[in-house]
């Protein structure tokens, strides 16, 4: 059990007991990242983006998805990094996330998207208690590929739209 997520490092699907992870994996910064395929909607690449003024330098922009309004989120600077340099492999992962029990959708900007690997519970690890690149809260694995690691992130905390709104206010509420 992760003393910093409460799940367990096989619990990467929500349920208890999985015993495959279905994983898309990504690069950002030069770092592979993962996330559970079934919070993925679609990649989409890298287009114009309307920027929001007022908001902190992780929402960069919104987009327009079939008539629907997105935010995309840098991951890179969620992580507290310096902003994504936008490249010709940059794509935005669209996902859902949940905020006070309704579906939200949100756009992950991300250097490159790589594949989508199969791990068994096995090869899935708990986060660290340190040296990690990013929030320990905010990963929710290890995951070993091929004699290294892949850092499985817990979209539902890196993404937690109540604690990016709470970011937000300061500078909001700087202007009221």
């Known amino acids: 059990?992760?003393?910093?997520?409460?799940?367990?490092?096989?619990?990467?699907?929500?349920?208890?007991?999985?015993?495959?992870a279905q994983l898309l994996t990504f690069s950002l910064g030069g770092e592979v990242f993962a996330m559970d395929i079934h919070n993925v909607r679609e990649i989409i690449q890298h287009g114009p983006m309307t920027v929001v003024p007022l908001m902190p330098a992780f929402v960069r922009g919104v987009i327009n998805l079939r008539g629907a309004v997105v935010p995309v989120i840098d991951l890179q600077?969620?992580?507290?990094?310096?902003?994504?340099c936008v490249g010709p492999k940059t794509c935005i992962v669209i996902f859902d996330a949940m905020r006070s029990q309704e579906r939200?959708?949100?756009?992950?900007?991300?250097?490159?998207?790589?594949?989508?690997?199969?791990?068994?519970?096995?090869?899935?690890?708990?986060?660290?208690?340190?040296?990690?690149?990013?929030?320990?809260?905010?990963?929710?694995?290890?995951?070993?590929?091929?004699?290294?690691?892949?850092?499985?992130?817990?979209?539902?905390r890196v993404l937690d739209i109540d604690e990016m709104a709470r970011l937000c206010e300061p500078a909001c509420g700087a202007v009221a």
């Open 104 to 156: 939200v959708e949100l756009g992950l900007l991300v250097d490159s998207v790589s594949e989508v690997l199969e791990l068994p519970a096995d090869q899935l690890e708990p986060s660290p208690d340190f040296g990690a690149s990013v929030r320990r809260d905010f990963i929710r694995a290890m995951g070993k590929v091929d004699g290294r690691f892949v850092i499985v992130i817990d979209p539902d």
């Open 77 to 84: 600077s969620r992580f507290g990094r310096a902003p994504a």
């Open 1 to 20: 059990m992760n003393p910093h997520t409460g799940r367990s490092a096989d619990d990467t699907t929500g349920t208890t007991g999985a015993s495959v």
